[in-house]
């Protein structure tokens, strides 16, 4: 999906927003300002309109990841329950999972990279070296042509 890799971005402002003091909610609304019109965008609002009307935060994220049925916003969702229920610091799971999340996206890369020369074999294989061969060729049959004929 398409939002995959402004997520680590998305933690990384709500990471600062609650290290400023930003009460939890209004974290969300700085940060779903800051995304494009989107489907993510438009549940984020829906989120923060459910924690304002009293659902507790991890079951309003818990809604939004199974709507949106993206890995990185079910993780954040876990990490919010997880915070919630052993009274843990949520800013520094935020910032190990930002980190996590961008590591995968580089992985990702690297192996789209990595299927890159063999993509541009066939396009080789195929009408590159046939046009070669033929060039190289060309000239030992019109001599052939030449004596036999």
Do not use: H, W
């Not at 229920?85 to 995968?104: C, D, F, V």
């Not at 690297?110 to 993509?119: D, N, Q, T, V």
């Amino acid at each position: 999906m398409k939002y995959r890799g402004d997520i680590p971005f998305l933690i990384d402002q709500l990471t600062i927003c609650l290290s400023s003091g930003i009460e939890f909610r209004e974290a969300i609304e700085i940060v779903t300002s800051e995304i494009q019109e989107s489907r993510l965008k438009n549940e984020l609002l829906i989120t923060t309109q459910e924690i304002q009307q009293g659902r507790p935060r991890e079951e309003a994220f818990n809604a939004l990841a199974s709507k949106v049925k993206l890995k990185e916003i079910k993780q954040i969702a876990d990490l919010i329950e997880l915070s919630a229920e052993t009274g843990s610091p949520l800013i520094p799971g935020l910032k190990a999972l930002a980190s996590s999340l961008r590591m995968e996206l580089l992985e990702e890369a690297e192996r789209g990279a990595l299927k890159a020369p063999f993509i541009l074999m066939i396009p080789l294989l195929l009408f590159i070296l046939p046009a070669t061969g033929l060039i190289l060729i060309t000239p030992f049959f019109k001599s052939l042509m030449e004596v036999l004929g």
